[in-house]
């Protein structure tokens, strides 16, 4: 038999074999690179995302650190400048007011009060023979005038000199205020009015309300001296919208100096509790030493005396 000669390869069909398997290795390479690339970037820059945030914010997963208990000194903020103190408004002194009874009897006697250095208040009654005159000494001397109405205190009017501007129960609204009207005309000057008497009439309501009706038409205010614990004057001021204030201490119910001075003392001690009090005394000689005994004691305790509108502010 004859024997099989192997061939050699031919240089030709070597180069094709070396051209496709190139040609095949980059198609893949190209491949490759054209589906793998883009999901590696996509996974790096997720990881930048997790892991390299800017300085400014925080990562949320991380616990805070808590602020150390003292700032560093280069952080440390000055304290704010300490305002000094507001002033307080000076506390105003205790007040009272004193209000002089009954004038219109004794010129002589208004003289001496008038003398005095405090601004006293002074209730004048009406259609006396010296009521106008003494409501014009008053005026003149810079202190303060109201008019001393009469009212009735029991059944009967008492017949004195003033009777016939009494403000008696049976009157009706007109004649009350004709009462007032006519009153007014002979005590000039008046800013307010007061009652003389009239433990019976200050407990009418009706008759207080007729009373302070025309008090409005005048501007006028009133003061309730009290001499019925039973009295509604103060309330139907108030309701018919007129400044009122009511007697607080009576300082001359004992005739004597000594006693003025013990009532005195207790309305320097309510004025000193509420900031104000008022006293009501009488045209006479025992009031005004008792008053002078007590100056002193105003003084030293710091409680002013001052016109009775002024309690009313």
């Known amino acids: 038999m004859r024997k099989r000669r192997s ?3 031919s240089p030709l069909r070597s180069f094709l074999k070396g051209s496709l398997l190139a040609l095949f290795l980059c198609a893949f390479l190209f491949l490759f690179l054209l589906y793998i690339t883009p999901r590696a970037n996509n996974t790096l820059n997720r990881q930048r995302n997790t892991f390299f945030l800017p300085p400014h914010r925080e990562v949320p997963s991380l616990p805070k ?6 700032p560093s000194p280069q952080l440390e903020q000055k304290p ?12 105003q002194k205790p007040r009272v007011a004193i209000v002089i009874d009954d004038v219109g009897y004794n010129i ?26 003494s409501a014009r000494l008053v005026t003149r001397s810079g202190k303060t005038v109201i008019l001393h109405m009469p009212m009735q205190t029991g059944r009967v009017v008492p017949v004195v000199p003033e009777g016939k501007s009494f403000i008696t129960v049976d009157l009706s609204p007109s004649e009350i205020a004709d009462r007032i009207e006519g009153a007014l005309k002979s005590v000039p000057g008046a800013v307010g009015m007061s009652n003389h008497m009239g433990s019976l ?4 309501e009706e008759i207080m309300d007729a009373v302070m009706f025309t008090l409005a038409k005048h501007n006028l205010f009133f003061l309730d001296s009290l001499t019925t614990p039973r009295s509604v004057a103060y309330e139907s001021a108030r309701r018919a919208g007129i400044p009122a204030l009511k007697r607080d201490v009576f300082l001359d119910n004992d005739n004597s100096p000594q006693y003025v001075l013990i009532q005195m003392k207790q309305l320097v001690s309510l004025a000193m509790r509420r900031g104000k009090a008022v006293g009501i005394g009488h045209l006479r000689e025992t009031t005004l030493e008792g008053i002078k005994l007590a100056l002193p004691y105003l003084e030293e305790k710091g409680v002013e005396v001052v016109p009775l509108n002024e309690l009313l502010r």
């Open 108 to 133: 002589q006697l208004l003289q001496q009060f008038l003398q005095l250095d405090v601004p006293l208040t002074f209730a004048v009654l009406p259609n006396l023979l010296y009521s106008s005159s």
């Open 7 to 9: 061939r050699k390869p």
């Open 80 to 91: 704010p400048e300490e305002k000094p103190p507001e002033e307080k408004p000076l506390e």
């Open 65 to 70: 650190e808590p602020s150390p208990p003292h």
């Open 201 to 204: 009439a200050t407990e009418k």
